[in-house]
């Protein structure tokens, strides 16, 4: 079956302007995770959704970050007035549900290059 | 707070040799751990998990992971190398306790399988 997909896989942009970055999660799989990955600072949690809701948004780290989810599936992110430290790759993960010891599927992720 | 630790940035390793890759985590409660594989321009894929029970876990690809409390560590393993598995490696911790969905990643490892 389909693992998790992300769009676009690349996306340059410039300093200011406001990005969207797209996952759709494997079919049936109600939790789904953000993370981003950079050299300096690793894989960094961002947000986590259980079904549209979003329980843990601990990880965002400014208002200028958010994401939504519909319909229990896809899943946008959202940067506005990008700024050059968010350049890093963008990872979305997918599994079952919420529980504790479920394992995630992650995507291959979109690489976010803002000049 | 939890935490991972994988002490090593890289471990060179020769083909047909056992390969150890070390993490220690620190949590409050009791902890699943897992570890994920990166390879070039790829997501994460999950190689293996502990929940409870036994402390040997055996997963993908002919790895295994022992799980010590007492040492609170995680370390990965495999017999015998191939080059096939030079990539990076992730451990990842969640605390029961803290009922936190996300995952906890530490810093990665490479490991690299010389022919």
């Known amino acids: 079956g389909a693992g998790v997909s992300q769009s676009p896989s690349n996306k340059v942009t410039e300093k200011g302007k406001d990005v969207e970055l797209r996952c759709d999660p494997i079919?049936?799989?109600?939790?789904l995770y953000w993370y981003r990955q950079s050299l300096g600072q690793g894989l960094e949690f961002l947000i986590y959704?259980?079904?549209?809701?979003?329980?843990?948004k601990s990880g965002l780290p400014s208002d200028r970050f958010s994401a939504e989810r519909t319909g229990g599936s896809v899943s946008t992110l959202t940067i506005q007035r990008t700024q050059q430290e968010d350049s890093a790759v963008y990872l979305c993960?997918?599994?079952?549900?919420?529980?504790?010891?479920?394992?995630?599927?992650f995507g291959p992720g979109t690489r976010l290059t803002v000049l | 707070a939890q935490s991972v630790a994988q002490p090593e940035d890289q471990v060179n390793v020769a083909e047909g040799n056992p390969l150890t890759v070390k993490c220690t985590y620190s949590?409050?409660?009791?902890?699943?751990l897992f570890w994920y594989v990166q390879y070039p321009n790829r997501g994460l894929q999950f190689l293996l998990k502990?929940?409870?029970?036994?402390?040997l876990v055996k997963g993908s690809y002919g790895f295994e992971a022992e799980f010590n409390k007492s040492q609170t560590s995680f370390h990965l393993k495999k017999p015998s190398a191939l080059v096939s598995d030079s990539a990076l490696y992730f451990c990842?911790?969640?605390?029961?306790?803290?009922?936190?969905?996300?995952?906890?990643f530490g810093s990665g490892t490479r490991l690299q399988v010389q022919p």
């Open positions: 993960a997918s599994s079952l549900t919420g529980t504790d010891y479920n394992e995630q599927f």
């Open positions: 079919s049936g799989h109600t939790a």
């Open positions: 959704f259980q079904g549209n809701s979003a329980p843990d």
């Open positions: 949590v409050s409660g009791n902890p699943y």
């Open positions: 502990y929940i409870t029970g036994d402390n």
């Open positions: 990842a911790v969640r605390d029961r306790r803290a009922g936190r969905r996300a995952l906890t």
